[in-house]
T-cell receptor, first 114, second 111 residues
Framework: AQSVSQHNHHVILSEAASLELGCNYS??????LFWYVQYPGQHLQLLLK??????LVKGIKGFEAEFIKSKFSFNLRKPSVQWSDTAEYFC????????????FGRGTSLIVHP | ETGVTQSPTHLIKTRGQQVTLRCSSQ?????VSWYQQALGQGPQFIFQ???????GRGNFPPRFSGLQFPNYSSELNVNALELDDSALYLC??????????FGQGTRLTVV
């Protein structure tokens, strides 16, 4: 069964600091990769996704992620965080062999101090 | 907003009772999935319905059951509630299992 690991469970940053959140997955075949964000009191929403093509994916609100197949990784980055980025971030993976049912990581709680 | 609505938003039940949670999919979406999100954890997949048929199930006991209706709305039923069933239950809809759009969830507390 596939699994998703998010290494950082809690991250605290000051505004304007750079962000990188790690995500590794275990499935060896073709995968689709996602980063979701959950702002306090709001629903999960998609930040960005990778299906194929350019492994550097740009999403909303200045976020980007890089798919490195050899490392089974899909790390999320943002060069300069804002207080409004305070949220839970979830990495997810699905693949054709699993009926495209996504598996989520346990999430990273990001707190940005103004 | 995603167009996926869940009801109720909050619910308190007693251990041993049964509960039904409801989800209206985004217009045109034929696939609905249900997740359980415990505090401090990522969403755990319960099951998925595609055009009214269950086409995937996670590691949840049979007392978790569901339905998808012809209009693609869905229900999650949980029988014989246990304290550990307390969680946020998320519904997500999609077209043919591509990008999932999530509702705001139902917060279930079992006492």
């Amino acid at each position: 069964a596939q699994s998703v690991s998010q290494h950082n469970h809690h991250v605290i940053l000051s505004e304007a600091a750079s962000l990188e959140l790690g995500c590794n997955y275990s499935y060896g075949g073709t995968v689709n990769l996602f980063w979701y964000v959950q702002y306090p009191g709001q629903h999960l929403q998609l930040l960005l996704k990778y299906f194929s093509g350019d492994p550097l994916v740009k999403g909303i609100k200045g976020f980007e992620a890089e798919f490195i197949k050899s490392k089974f990784s899909f790390n999320l980055r943002k060069p300069s965080v804002q207080w409004s980025d305070t949220a839970e971030y979830f990495c997810a993976v699905n693949h054709p062999g699993g009926s495209y049912i996504p598996t989520f990581g346990r999430g990273t709680s990001l707190i940005v101090h103004p | 907003e995603t167009g996926v609505t869940q009801s109720p938003t909050h619910l308190i039940k007693t251990r041993g009772q049964q509960v039904t949670l409801r989800c209206s999919s985004q217009s045109g979406h034929n696939t609905v999935s249900w997740y359980q999100q415990a505090l401090g954890q990522g969403p755990q997949f319960i099951f998925q319905y595609y055009r009214e048929e269950e086409n995937g199930r996670g590691n949840f006991p049979p007392r978790f059951s569901g339905l998808q209706f012809p209009n693609y709305s869905s229900e999650l039923n949980v029988n014989a509630l246990e304290l550990d069933d307390s969680a946020l239950y998320l519904c997500a809809s999609s077209i043919d299992s591509t990008e999932a759009f999530f509702g705001q969830g139902t917060r279930l507390t079992v006492v």
